[in-house]
């Protein structure tokens, strides 16, 4: 398996802009994680999914954060609009089942600059 | 106060030294997780401990419920064990460190 693919790996928008992040997990697993890493605060958990539904959204910042997952092997989270204080490097990551299940597996993760 | 408190937050050490990295939490959890981020800045889960002890080559993971406490032993370090440790622990929300940052100098 090529692992968890995420997509761009490198954004740069403006401030005001719409921003999409994408995700595809490992074939197999039901649970699917988005994180935010800044120097400031360190690694945060934005939410997550069991089977395609939304589990826990209470880390997701504020209404300009969605997230989506359609199917089992993709999901999106879309920053709309953007500003300079969401630039962060965004990963996603699954595991077979939820928090409990076992390891997680990180994607390489997306660096989002927002100017 | 932070819910999950970790220590050292910095360590050097010589190759082949034993390094412990202490994880203290505040809150009910029902899993907790141990990161390894790569100068690189990639993530990879070294552990998810509800109970015990878990042991991957020189890792060693423990975590004692009762006393809301786990810690991630390294034996016989090598500079490539360099980098972040992150717990991460979890229940009804979800709580992370600050991480320890290990050098391990050959």
């Known amino acids: 398996d090529a692992g968890v693919i995420q997509s761009p790996r490198h954004e740069v928008t403006e401030m005001g802009q719409e921003v999409t992040l994408r995700c595809k997990p490992i074939?197999?697993?039901?649970?699917l994680f988005w994180y935010r890493q800044t120097m400031m605060r360190g690694l945060e958990l934005l939410i997550y999914?069991?089977?395609?539904?939304?589990?826990?959204d209470s880390g997701m910042p504020e209404d300009r954060f969605s997230a989506k997952m359609p199917n089992a092997s993709f999901s999106t989270l879309k920053i709309q609009p953007s500003e300079p204080r969401d630039s962060a490097v965004y990963f996603c990551?699954?595991?077979?089942?939820?928090?409990?299940?076992?390891?997680?597996?990180f994607g390489p993760g997306t660096r989002l600059t927002v100017t | 106060k932070n819910e999950v408190e970790q220590s050292p937050q910095n360590l050097t050490a010589q190759e082949g030294e034993f390094i412990t990295i202490n994880c203290s939490y505040s809150?009910?959890?029902?899993?907790l997780h141990w990161l390894q981020q790569h100068p690189g800045g990639g993530i990879v889960s070294l552990f998810m401990?509800?109970?015990g002890k878990k042991k991957h080559g020189r890792l060693i993971a423990t975590i004692n419920i009762q006393e809301k406490h786990s810690s991630l032993h390294i034996t016989a370090s090598h500079p490539r064990d360099s980098a972040v440790y992150i717990c991460?622990?979890?229940?009804?929300?979800?709580?992370f460190g600050t991480g320890t940052s290990l050098t391990v100098i050959p």
């Open positions: 990551a699954s595991s077979f089942r939820g928090w409990t299940s076992g390891e997680q597996y």
């Open positions: 991460a622990a979890g229940g009804n929300q979800f709580y």
């Open positions: 074939s197999g697993h039901n649970s």
């Open positions: 401990l509800s109970s």
């Open positions: 809150v009910g959890i029902s899993a």
């Open positions: 999914f069991n089977n395609n539904v939304p589990i826990d």
